[in-house]
């Protein structure tokens, strides 16, 4: 039988890819590593596919599924999948993997750096020292915020958040969490209502994942209910938040700072938030260890090789 035919929308590690090349007939490869294809150039490439390698910034709209009419899967390297048309997928029977659970550490530890560094503010001293403007010691420079002892608020307790929950036990925060479901898990947290979770944080965490469900589920209203001392610190999707009322809201002192590694219409986040000394801005890297990358990209690989060998997938979503 004629191998699969595989479309790689990113360039990814060459070991991954050494791994797909003895199953798959690699019929197009983006050999960009950070510049996704256009519509019509991945409408293009897919249009004789059977699967699809993806990442998390390639939009796969029922456009593209339409112009496959071959293709049986879709592997995303990623364990957020909202850029994808799961419903059109589940329509045409075409079987998405995600890359849950091989990220979980990582992000929590970014979660907590990103947390740290808009706290402590360290992006914004390293400016300073880098600048040459370091003239001399002084007891009130860079005053930032305590990380121990503090309320921490997490908005979505899902693997992520339990990790960070567990990494917040260890700088003695009280923490609080928001879910749907109460935490099965061990973790030392109390769920309250949203409001409540909103009033009482010196930080607030997102780490939900993107839906109708959580679009801008942190508007103005909800950055109304925060202390003014509070922290907010985004490593959910851009779009959870609604990035004009958080710059308003910042601009008008009405929360301390943010953290944002996620912003709507990325990579072409709103230039408003680079006047705020008091904003960390990252490129959407929390799960970005150079080893949990190389995990998250082979489990999407594996999941392809199942497929192709028809063994169970690993880690479907649909
Ligand atoms: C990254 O944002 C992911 O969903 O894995």
Redesign the pocket.
Known sequence: MAPLKLVITRRIYPEVLASLAPAFDIIAENQAADQPWDAATLQRAVSEADCLFCS?ADRIDAAVIAAAPRLKMIATG???FNNIDVAACQARGIRVTN?PDV?TQTTADFGFALMMATARRIPESERYARAGQWTGWAFDQFTGRDLHHATLGIIGMGRIGCAIARRAAGFDMRVLYHNRNRSQEAVQATWVERDQLLRESDFVMLVVPYSQATHHLIGAAELALMKPSAMLINIARGGVVDDQALITALRERRIAAAGLDVFENEPKFDPAFLQFDNVVLTP?I??SSKATRGAMMQLAADNLLAHASGLPLKTPVA
């Open positions: 998390v990623a364990v957020g890359t990220l959407h929390a799960s």
